[in-house]
């Protein structure tokens, strides 16, 4: 027996999970727009130090409000990077340095999305459970709460082949008196 309450707990379960998950993916989102500005600045960094071993490295550098600066750096040794090397201190490091720590950090995102990957797998599993878990309750509330219609037994001198038997009606969509998570 399936009483209001608990459909009703059933329907706050499942809405509690589509929330988690939209939180979870909005974060896998911006995780991964981290790792794509360390993927960038990882090849930035790279290839300036291939450059410098040519002894002609150069790039274009944007400062803000449309503004880039030519930057040129000359001889052989490689250039100096301020980075962040955590707790808001920075450190001047030769770029093939800021490179490693741009790369490590960035393999350090990818493990976070990782992370966040598998709790949204394990969330959607255990939504998919729910929904049905719901859906199922529904059925049985609504069966409960109608009225049993009158069964018509056929005459057994008349008879029916396969193709003059009432075929089984289809249930309606959602908006056709069936229980919604809303109820």
């Known amino acids: 027996m399936v009483d209001r309450s608990e459909l009703q707990q059933k329907a706050r379960l499942v809405?509690?999970?589509?929330?988690?998950?939209?939180?979870l993916k909005k974060r896998m989102e911006d995780v991964t727009a981290v790792v794509s500005e360390h993927q960038i600045t990882n090849e930035i960094l790279t290839r300036l130090s291939d450059m410098a071993k040519k002894g002609d490295a150069g790039a274009h550098v944007t400062i803000g409000s449309g503004v880039t600066l030519q930057y040129k750096h000359e001889g052989?040794?490689?250039?100096?990077?301020?980075?962040?090397?955590?707790?808001?201190?920075?450190?001047?490091?030769?770029?093939?340095?800021?490179?490693?720590?741009?790369?490590?950090?960035?393999?350090?995102?990818?493990?976070?999305?990782?992370?966040?990957?598998?709790q949204a797998g394990s969330i959607e599993?255990?939504?998919?459970?729910?929904?049905?878990?719901?859906?199922?309750?529904?059925?049985?509330?609504?069966?409960?709460?109608?009225?049993?219609?009158?069964?018509?037994?056929?005459?057994?001198?008349?008879?029916?082949?396969?193709?003059?038997?009432?075929?089984?009606?289809?249930?309606?969509?959602?908006?056709?008196?069936?229980?919604t998570l809303d109820d």
Do not use: C
Not at 142 to 159: G, L, R, S
């Open 76 to 118: 052989k040794n490689q250039g100096t990077a301020l980075i962040d090397l955590g707790g808001g201190i920075f450190g001047e490091r030769e770029w093939g340095e800021a490179a490693e720590i741009i790369e490590k950090r960035k393999d350090d995102f990818i493990q976070i999305y990782e992370s966040l990957l598998k």
């Open 15 to 23: 809405e509690s999970h589509r929330q988690h998950l939209d939180e």
């Open 125 to 179: 599993e255990r939504l998919g459970k729910l929904a049905t878990e719901f859906n199922e309750a529904a059925e049985k509330l609504q069966t409960q709460n109608q009225p049993i219609p009158e069964v018509q037994i056929p005459t057994p001198d008349v008879e029916q082949d396969d193709d003059s038997k009432p075929q089984k009606r289809r249930r309606g969509s959602m908006f056709g008196g069936e229980l």
